[in-house]
């Protein structure tokens, strides 16, 4: 069977097979608009089978030593390597992103896989006495996970969902996004000829809410993992009340950017510009407010425009693409409202802003904006897209406040000295901030946010936890 006959299946009770009625739904390559496969719909029989399978599979693979664990994980993070190439083509013809994004995104996601093969064997419990007592704390895995990830990053987001989860001694159902299910049918696979038994692990596609309510409403399913928006997270937080089931949730960010005086405005500028339109800006990380000193905001502006216009934008598999499409329909039009609001309430455009009207898929330019007000929709929607507003500031307090005044708390980033860097990244609400430098998406590194971003933490040793539960046993003497 090959990879492009597995996304379009359900991987369940340890074999791949269509969905019960045989309903599918068509996947569209973002840089044409056109079916390039189909993705099955499970239905409530197909969910019901996922869940028995994940129920057996967690009663037999938490039997398995930590070593065992991590065998496998280390040797599927080489399985993913082996088929990299494969995997990054069918990133992009399903999501978009240009190749060399998916060939980084699959060597993340084996990255995953290396760093929580170590974690499996790690000793994460204690035991001491006191007089005739021994006291011993051990962590247990949490029971069967369901993890619905998002479709930004198809191979990424479930790899550090999956990844832990097994490591812990989980079983896991799998629910990415449609639009682009084909990477995580690679990870199950990469893990099945890894020698994970087959009922660890499912992979249901379909209609989202639907699966969502009848898997968090299963007695079944012990943890809940999503990476998704803000409105999607509270409501499975009101599905998971009944069974008490605890969350991680990433659900979006809004990152600032504060630039400081004395930072070198061009360095920084053309820095940001390739963190600001990565992915066409469809990162949850990504910088999306940019705070400037009133000073140097005219030459920021200019120096970040000019780097945005020299990115080439293109189907994702063509040579030189610096920028894809959107990943959908949804995604353009959510842009275009954003920069309709923007032109209605006064900014001035100086680069971009356009739909790209000689591509037939769904690109938007590369988009650099200035004389924001402060009304526009912009500065408190995450704009998820490639919109990037400078926004100048006078003092420091007025930056940090300004950074600060969104419900969203995932990353920030603070450019220029390093000592006063420091201070100011003190000041921001966020789960993760990156000072002179935006990579902070590694496996070794906790991922999350504060306020309305969510709770929990995908990553670092932080990440095993969340599939954990701690177990005390006293023994007397």
């Not at 060399?100 to 996601?109: D, G, L, N």
């Not at 009207?357 to 988009?367: H, I, N, R, V």
């Amino acid at each position: 069977m090959t990879e492009a006959d597995k996304q379009s299946l359900l991987f369940i009770d340890g074999r791949w097979r269509p969905a019960a009625d045989g309903a599918a739904d068509p996947i569209r390559d973002p840089a044409t608009g056109e079916v390039i496969g189909t993705v099955a719909r499970a239905g409530e029989s197909d969910v019901e089978e996922a869940l028995a399978a994940v129920d057996r599979g967690f009663a037999a693979w938490r039997q398995f030593a930590p070593e065992q664990r991590a065998g496998v994980l280390d040797a599927a993070a080489s399985i993913l390597r082996s088929r990299a190439e494969d995997i990054a083509r069918t990133i992009t013809a399903e999501q978009g992103k240009p190749l060399a994004e998916a060939r980084s995104e699959v060597e993340q996601s084996a990255g995953y896989f290396d760093w929580y093969a170590e974690e499996a064997v790690r000793d994460l419990g204690r035991t001491w006495t006191e007089g005739d007592r021994e006291f011993t704390v051990e962590r247990r895995p949490v029971g069967p996970v369901a993890a619905f990830s998002a479709w930004n990053f198809p191979a990424s987001l479930p790899a550090r969902k999956i990844a832990p989860a097994i490591a812990a001694g989980c079983s896991i159902l799998v629910k990415p996004a449609e639009e682009a299910p084909g990477a995580a049918a690679a990870l199950v696979d990469a893990l099945l000829d890894a020698g994970l038994p087959g009922t660890a692990i499912a992979l249901v596609t379909g209609d989202a809410p639907q699966i969502a309510r009848q898997v968090i409403g299963s007695p079944v399913i012990r943890k809940i993992t999503l990476t998704g928006s803000i409105p999607v997270g509270r409501e499975l937080v009101r599905l998971s009340a009944e069974h008490l089931q605890p969350l991680s949730l990433e659900l979006g960010g809004h990152a600032p950017v504060i630039v400081l005086p004395g930072a070198d405005v061009e360095a920084a500028a053309n820095a940001l510009a390739g963190a600001k339109f990565r992915n066409a800006g469809q990162v949850c990380i990504s910088p999306t407010r940019f705070f400037v000193p009133h000073e140097d905001a005219d030459s920021f502006a200019a120096h970040f425009a000019a780097a945005a216009g020299r990115l080439k934008v293109g189907p994702g598999d063509r040579d030189g693409t610096d920028v894809g499409p959107l990943a959908n329909e949804r995604r353009l039009a959510a842009v275009e409202s954003l920069m309709e609001d923007l032109r209605e309430t006064g900014a001035r455009v100086l680069t971009g802003g356009r739909r790209v009207a000689s591509l037939p898929g769904w690109f938007y330019e590369p988009t650099v904006v200035v004389d924001v007000h402060e009304d526009a929709r912009i500065l408190t929607e995450e704009p998820f897209g490639p919109i990037a507003p400078v926004l100048p500031y006078r003092s420091l307090d007025e930056a940090v406040r300004r950074a600060n005044a969104v419900e969203q708390g995932l990353a920030a980033y603070v450019f220029g000295p390093e000592a006063q860097a420091r201070q100011v990244a003190a000041r921001l609400d966020a789960g993760m901030i990156g000072v002179n430098g935006t990579a902070l998406a590694v496996a070794q590194a906790p991922f999350g946010g504060v306020k309305s971003s969510g709770y929990g933490r995908e990553g670092g040793t932080e990440g095993i936890g969340e599939y954990t539960v701690a177990v005390y046993t006293q023994v007397a003497g």
